[in-house]
């Protein structure tokens, strides 16, 4: 069963509190992405990744970080220098890099900040 | 001035009406366009995608491109009350962009029984 799975689906954070998200693919894709959704202001691309060991800022990088150690997963730490974490994460998954490669979304995680 | 604006409703339509959910934008690079459809608490998933201005068909759905007017449509026929959930446009540039993906702020739609 092919998919994109994310975890956790809800997440709590103390303020200054670094959290790692988890994104998982068994699509044999090689592409990876991380967007932040908010009220009114639709997906924003966060970071993302064309291949194994490498990874590109997004819009909004600022107080987040990645790896892509294994073609299959792609974390995304959120880090206390994030002002205003409180958001619904998405990761996606393509096969490449190319303008006609769909990116497919997970379920998502949903971030609050106490 | 955002690069792709999106009415984000709510839009609450009866069973059985035709919607129209529409999408403009200002850079003319943009010339891949998806619609994307969300239901609540659940990721994206693609509806349909089209490179070239006019119309496409894909069952109750047709997404239409213009353009020169830099303005593009969903039609949902005969909607159903599954239909309900947030219907996000989003746009490529063709070359340069790579995959990067240009999202709307998507618009909420009820279908009511």
């Known amino acids: 069963d092919g998919g994109i799975t994310q975890s956790p689906k809800y997440l709590f954070r103390k303020e200054g509190q670094n959290v790692t998200l988890s994104c998982e693919q068994n699509?044999?894709?090689?592409?990876m992405y991380w967007y932040r959704q908010d009220p009114g202001q639709g997906l924003r691309l966060i970071y993302y990744?064309?291949?194994?060991?490498?990874?590109q800022k997004g819009d909004i990088a600022e107080g987040y970080s990645v790896s892509r150690e294994k073609k299959e997963s792609f974390p995304l730490t959120v880090t206390s220098a994030q002002k205003n974490p409180t958001a619904f994460y998405l990761c996606?998954?393509?096969?490449?890099?190319?303008?006609?490669?769909?990116?497919?979304f997970g379920p998502g995680t949903r971030l609050t900040v106490l | 001035q955002k690069e792709v604006e999106q009415d984000p409703g709510p839009l609450s339509v009866p069973e059985g009406a035709i919607v129209s959910l529409n999408c403009t934008y200002s850079?003319?690079?943009?010339?891949?366009f998806m619609w994307y459809r969300q239901y609540s608490r659940k990721g994206p998933e693609l509806l349909m995608y089209?490179?070239?201005?006019g119309n496409k068909e894909d069952g109750r759905f047709t997404a239409q491109v213009d353009k020169s007017s830099k303005y593009i449509s969903l039609f949902i026929r005969d909607s159903q009350p599954s239909d309900s959930a947030t219907y996000l446009c989003?746009?490529?540039?063709?070359?340069?962009?790579?995959?990067?993906?240009?999202f709307g702020t998507g618009t909420q739609l009820k279908v009511e029984l």
């Open positions: 989003a746009m490529k540039e063709i070359t340069g962009g790579g995959n990067k993906l240009t």
């Open positions: 990744s064309q291949i194994v060991n490498d990874f």
């Open positions: 089209t490179y070239s201005s």
């Open positions: 996606a998954s393509s096969r490449g890099q190319a303008i006609t490669d769909t990116q497919y």
């Open positions: 850079n003319s690079a943009f010339q891949y």
């Open positions: 699509l044999n894709h090689d592409a």
